[in-house]
């Protein structure tokens, strides 16, 4: 819609500025609910990489080694690697390396009271930085969602914009920031009054179910391994959150388990 501000000659993208934007938002949220909890900070901080290599950097390689080369022969294509801007989102891809990061993660957490807490700092912290993410992919134009003509569609306010093949779109990254935040909200009321954790776990699969919603019935993109039943169109994006749903739906299961 708006894919790129101009500062002295430079273009700055938004998606990469949004990807920018979240990290620093989730490193300031992680370090105040950190703080609340007397966790450990800087332990956390030093595992991040773990997160930045498997969700950013080593899909994003796999990308470039499977359509450039295996290994950048210029100055272009290390900042094309690197670069958030040309980062390829594909959500089976950031949900799969998402899974591997959090179990590489948590099995370095042996008391499961401290997994419980570190479980609720990043619930809140993700949660609550991904809604500008959200705000500026809908600037961006990474993805391409389908033209509508209803009110609540809006229209590229830069020329040079992708949307601009099909006018008028469906804001759905703006719908999604809201209900992340209301969910959020929700889930805060709800632990006040129970007083229980892992709250999370239903929100993250919610999250999952309206994201492959939005995907399958608002989003313009290439489909892969497609099965088709009625009208209705599954391929490897909805696989693979069925996948992440049974994963966490037996993590749940197993801590019942283990505290009876």
Same mark, same amino acid.
């Given at each position: 819609? &708006?894919?790129?501000?101009?500062?002295?000659?430079?273009? *700055?993208?938004?998606?990469?500025?949004?990807?920018?934007?979240?990290?620093?938002? #989730?490193? &300031?949220?992680?370090?105040?609910?950190?703080?609340?909890?007397?966790?450990?900070?800087?332990?956390?901080?030093?595992?991040?990489?773990? #997160?930045?290599?498997?969700?950013?950097?080593?899909?994003?390689?796999?990308?470039?080694?499977?359509?450039?080369?295996?290994?950048?022969?210029?100055?272009?294509?290390?900042?094309?690697?690197?670069?958030?801007?040309?980062?390829?989102?594909?959500?089976?891809?950031?949900? =799969?390396?998402?899974?591997?990061?959090?179990?590489?993660? #948590?099995?370095?957490?042996?008391?499961?009271?401290?997994?419980?807490?570190?479980?609720?700092?990043?619930?809140?912290?993700?949660?609550?930085?991904? *809604?500008?993410?959200?705000?500026?992919?809908?600037?961006?134009?990474?993805?391409?969602?389908?033209?509508?003509?209803?009110?609540?569609?809006?229209?590229?306010?830069? *020329?040079?914009?992708?949307?601009?093949?099909?006018?008028?779109? &469906?804001?759905?990254?703006?719908?999604?920031?809201?209900?992340?935040?209301?969910?959020?909200?929700?889930?805060?009321?709800?632990?006040?009054?129970?007083?229980?954790?892992?709250?999370?776990?239903?929100?993250?699969?919610?999250? =999952?179910?309206?994201?492959?919603? *939005?995907?399958?019935?608002?989003?313009?993109?290439?489909?892969?391994?497609?099965?088709?039943?009625?009208?209705?169109?599954?391929? =490897?994006?909805?696989?693979?959150?069925?996948?992440?749903?049974?994963?966490?739906?037996?993590?749940?299961?197993?801590?019942?388990?283990?505290?009876?």
């Amino acid at each position: 819609m &708006f894919p790129y501000i101009t500062i002295r000659w430079t273009k *700055i993208f938004m998606t990469g500025f949004g990807i920018v934007i979240w990290f620093i938002t #989730f490193l &300031f949220i992680a370090y105040y609910l950190i703080k609340k909890y007397h966790q450990d900070f800087w332990k956390f901080f030093y595992r991040l990489p773990i #997160f930045t290599i498997l969700i950013y950097l080593i899909w994003n390689y796999i990308d470039f080694a499977l359509t450039i080369s295996i290994l950048p022969r210029n100055i272009n294509e290390f900042l094309t690697l690197i670069s958030p801007y040309w980062y390829k989102f594909h959500f089976a891809w950031i949900l =799969i390396w998402s899974i591997i990061a959090f179990k590489i993660f #948590f099995k370095k957490i042996k008391r499961n009271e401290n997994k419980k807490i570190w479980i609720d700092i990043l619930f809140y912290s993700i949660w609550l930085s991904i *809604i500008p993410i959200w705000i500026f992919l809908l600037l961006g134009d990474n993805f391409i969602w389908k033209s509508c003509q209803d009110l609540i569609c809006i229209k590229p306010l830069n *020329i040079e914009s992708e949307l601009n093949k099909f006018n008028w779109v &469906f804001p759905v990254w703006l719908f999604i920031s809201i209900g992340a935040f209301i969910s959020v909200l929700i889930t805060r009321i709800l632990m006040k009054k129970k007083q229980k954790f892992w709250l999370w776990t239903t929100w993250f699969i919610i999250l =999952i179910i309206l994201t492959n919603i *939005i995907i399958m019935m608002f989003q313009n993109y290439p489909r892969y391994w497609t099965i088709s039943i009625q009208w209705i169109i599954f391929d =490897i994006k909805q696989y693979v959150s069925f996948i992440a749903i049974m994963i966490l739906i037996y993590s749940q299961h197993k801590r019942k388990r283990d505290q009876i």
